[in-house]
């Protein structure tokens, strides 16, 4: 009766674990952010789902599903959790699943995988031995104001997600908070097609992509990472713990 947080690629197919799989077709129950994306899945790895369920978990009903999918966890049934791509409760749902079944006694697995904020940062040229995961701003502008002010002496390379229609704003907003000399990577459509990285300071970032959404809207999903303020390149070269 395990919970299954199950890794799913976010854009290359060949991006998944044998874990995974087998998971996915061993389960009762799976449970996921979006059911169309789930079966696409189950269809490219041509694993069945007749006689098993597939539900919708997700923001608008995770609060109520939640404690169901708990009690058929306690009943015995395995469930795995998937999200539209990437692992679970990393700016996904989940959370309260997962919380749900500890309380009930029930083991947690966790499936490593496609993740795109450490795909990012492998690739970023950034400092990596200190990083803040902050996920998905606020849209309320005062709101992400106050994060940012909060965030601009930090050390650690900081790690966001944003949506196209938004990251426009947000690079004008870091360059303005952080400064237009700090250092920064916008990594978009991650093991896709079209996989980009711009590794530029915020200010030319700001600049190129207020030009780039003039030519064309900007599509695909988007990570940016900022490099903190001082001893990023000291880090380094700290010494591995023996």
Known sequence: M??????TPIGNLGDITQRAKD????SQILAAEDTRSALRLLNAYNIPLPGRQLLSYGEHNEKQMAPKLAAELAAGKDVALLTDGGTPLVSDPGYRLVQAAIEAGVQVVPLPGPCAAIAALSASGLAVHGV???GFL???PGARRRIL???KDREETLIFYESPQRVVRLAAELAEVFGPTRRACMARELTKLHETFLRLPLGELAARLEADEQKAPIKGEITVLVEGLGKAEDAAD?????
């Open 2 to 7: 395990p919970l299954y947080l199950v890794a």
């Open 23 to 26: 998971a996915l077709a061993q």
């Open 132 to 134: 803040l995961f902050r």
């Open 138 to 140: 606020p849209k309320k």
């Open 149 to 151: 002010d909060s965030l």
């Open 238 to 242: 700290e010494p591995d713990d023996a």
